[in-house]
């Protein structure tokens, strides 16, 4: 399987310090070496990195781990491949424009049997049930809506919905982001942690880098820090239940929904 | 005014060689300082690496100039604002998904009055003339071959029929690429160079750089490179005549039409 990573913040923010941590299960600490990719929001624009082959040793890592690109709005993969080939055409995040802005996706999971009709106004590129999933995503938005964006809640609902069709195939563990909010699906395993007054000290599970963010941040700076597995050792992350879709804006979740059976879960900020 | 740059070729080649003597045209040697931008086709995958500061002195630049992609398809440019303020959003080249593949697109010069309508299909995200151009194009291919895509000699005969209407608001050099083709329109400035065996040396313009392509090449390679203005001054570079669609597929010239009354530019390989 792949893992995840995403931030959404209240200022525009760097992310050396995670992408370092999550850099090194490309290959080195774990087994994802089947490409990686990162996507910036800056504004209305995006930045979109992407490399086929193990984060772990791509010099285009190395650069985004040295080279502070300040963004609200992050989402970064690691590659195991499961459908598809590995290949460019084949490596998250996917982006399409939609509604006149960027929107971009990346998955960890794996769906089965899941052929649904296109028609034709987003089309996969490469061949991954996750690319699919993001274009039938888009295109059943841009039924419901229109060519007219709506309102955040009803937004919220709609991929609610779209998620527990999807989510009928298998594992389907998301993240999704427009450059305003970042949506997170924990259909297996997803957990966050978000930094916030007072900052302390973080040190990485995966390497021996501690950073103080109190030296780094202003008293208002948020901070959601989303991923497929805890990056540091000495943070309070909250593991996201099974089966949970959550809205994340300015750095903190705005609201939760179930996506199986039984109470919906406790937001813990 | 901006700077366009693009590559054709029949195998994956790299372009550190041109790259870095368009690199120093923003900023260094010439004054396109708003931000740059390269695509490269990699199969049906596409890297873009984007940067709204000037390429001479971008991290993101050195990178690229240093890490040997290899492509078919190529697509550069540094931009001077004329429409749409500095910023990620506007910085080109843009991309979107079209018929299940990628399509580049860049472009230099200034469109007036050319606000025309679009119908959501392909929105601009930023507010550049250019991107506008782009989006209409995209959307009258969709509207004229619906979601299957045609074949490639009736796909120029539409690309030719826009380039007549957009070219009516002004100064449109652009460079289009879908990751088999490349497209170029010579408005008013445009040059291309053909390099083929016998593979000789070739010497920069911009910097005093000098690469011996017999040395890198087989006997069989063939790449087209295009440029606002010549990069090297020692090869036979082609004066592309104001007012010429040019396809290039394999590393050469396919087809020319003319996109203003006279007779029709003679293909010189």
Request: proline share 6%; aromatic share 10%; hydrophobic share 40%.
């Amino acid at each position: 399987m792949c893992q995840l990573l995403g931030m959404n913040c209240n200022v525009p923010t760097d992310i050396c310090f995670s992408f370092t941590g999550f850099q090194a299960r490309g290959g080195a600490t774990d087994v994802h070496a089947d490409g990686w990719g990162i996507a910036f929001f800056e504004g209305r624009g995006c930045r979109l990195f992407l490399d086929p082959q193990a984060s772990s040793t791509s010099p285009l890592a190395e650069l985004v781990r040295h080279y502070p690109i300040r963004s609200k709005n992050v989402i970064a993969h690691i590659r195991k491949a499961t459908q598809g080939a590995v290949g460019l055409e084949n490596t998250h995040p996917f982006m399409r424009e939609h509604w006149g802005r960027y929107w971009v996706f990346a998955h960890n999971g794996n769906l089965s049997g899941f052929a649904p009709v296109l028609d034709g106004a987003c089309q996969p590129v490469g061949q991954t049930d996750s690319e699919r999933a993001f274009c039938w995503l888009l295109q059943n938005l841009r039924q419901r809506f229109g060519h007219e964006e709506p309102d955040s809640a009803r937004l919220f609902a709609a991929i609610h919905q779209l998620t527990l069709a999807i989510s009928r195939h298998g594992e389907f563990n998301f993240l999704l982001a427009n450059g305003d909010w970042l949506f997170a699906h924990a259909s297996t395993r997803l957990s966050y942690v978000v930094r916030q007054a007072p900052f302390q000290e973080a040190h990485l599970s995966d390497q021996d880098v501690t950073v103080d963010f109190s030296a780094l941040t202003t008293a208002d700076d948020r901070v959601a820090v989303i991923a497929t597995l805890p990056l540091t050792d000495n943070e309070a992350w909250v593991d996201m239940p099974a089966g949970t879709l959550w809205w994340f804006a300015e750095g903190a979740p705005v609201q939760t929904l179930t996506t199986v059976a039984g109470p919906p879960p406790q937001v813990k900020n």
